[in-house]
């Protein structure tokens, strides 16, 4: 796939962990990408590995969770590379709480980022996506909710699922303009926000998974460049678990047997 040369890709939640996997893949393939997020040294610090690696990459510090956010973001891409081609809506968060102490305010703050900011993040990049001729959406959901659970993660695992609720209807209101919309399920992926876990969170995840590791960064980045090719042209509104075979054991003794 050497086709996404000089498109245009903004990747939310790219100053670190799955984000900054899917930028750097993208970049290896030619694109230029707008690293989107909110701490600019982790911003400043993506975009100067993309460089050194012969990249192209621009950071613009930005929120998803507001309007005006959004729209900045997707100035900021026009900006930059002169149009969209790809946004890749990743920014997310997944704080735990348990569901008989629940808040409002912990409900809210994940839907907030995970579900409106997808929201709000695409609807303002849809101009320049209709422009595109062959504008390719694709976000980052997991397979905590749409396909497995997980103790503490009931309001997250809720917006993981709605995010695909999200994706089949936008993928046919979005089909006219030539534009696909499909997710990437990342299983466990080392990641800063996965390792803040604790080790025993990821040591015990690795053991279930039939690939026996947990996945890498580039592992999600090469499945999302996949899904934003002109050969995926023809592919909307579809679900990819990118896990090591993780959702597939139907027991404990799967994996011994
Ligand atoms: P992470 O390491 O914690 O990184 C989260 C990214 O999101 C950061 O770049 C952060 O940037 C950005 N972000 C958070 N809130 C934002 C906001 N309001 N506006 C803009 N950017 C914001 O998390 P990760 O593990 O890479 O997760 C990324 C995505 O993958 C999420 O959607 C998550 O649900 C999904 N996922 C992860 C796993 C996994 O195993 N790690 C599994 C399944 C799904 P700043 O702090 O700079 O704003």
Known sequence: MSSLRNKSVI????????????????????????????????????????????????????????????????????AAFGGIDVLCANAGIFPAAKLDTMTDAQWDEVFTV?????????????????????????????????????????????????QLGFMRTAAIELAKFGITVNAVLPGNIATEGLAALGPDYAASAAAIIPLKRLGSVEDIGHAAAFFASPEAGYITGQALAIDGGQVLPESPQALEA
């Open 11 to 78: 990747v939310t939640g790219a100053t670190r962990g799955i984000g900054k996997g899917i930028a750097r893949v993208f970049a290896s393939k030619g694109a230029k990408v707008l690293i989107v997020g909110r701490d600019a040294q982790a911003g400043a610090a993506t975009v100067a590995e993309i460089e050194k690696a012969g990249g192209t990459a621009k950071f613009f510090a930005g929120n998803v969770t507001t309007r005006a956010g959004a729209a900045s973001i997707a100035a900021a891409a026009v």
């Open 114 to 162: 995970n579900v409106k900011g997808m929201f709000l993040t695409v609807q303002a990049c849809l101009p320049e996506l209709k422009k595109s001729g062959a504008g390719r959406i694709v976000i980052t959901s997991s397979i905590t909710g749409p396909i497995t659970g997980f103790p503490g993660w009931s309001h997250y695992g809720a917006t993981k699922a709605a």
